[in-house]
């Protein structure tokens, strides 16, 4: 099981989910990955997380996991790369 990634309390919502992005894009375990990918994945069904994730490129992420042999991170992916482009504030669409 994934450790939480080490993050300060003080650096907020931000902090918490680039630290995500990197434990995913650093770690070798794919217990670890399928963990890290399924919280980012929470977090992408929440409007108010949308400007976090599109900054920290987290859509692109999730696209690239699409390619993986592991099956269950390409259904997190497509499950969060679903609700990112659902959820999206209407300001964000145009």
Known sequence: MAQKPKVDPHVGRLGYLQALVTEFQETQSQDAKEQVLANLANFAY????????????????????????????????IAAAFSMVTVAPAEACG
């Not at 929440?46 to 259904?75: C, G």
Request: aromatic share 12%.
């Open 46 to 77: 929440d409007p108010s997380n949308y400007e976090y994730l599109r900054q920290l490129q987290v859509l692109d992420l999730f696209l690239d996991s699409l390619s993986e042999e592991n099956e269950a991170l390409v259904e997190f992916a």
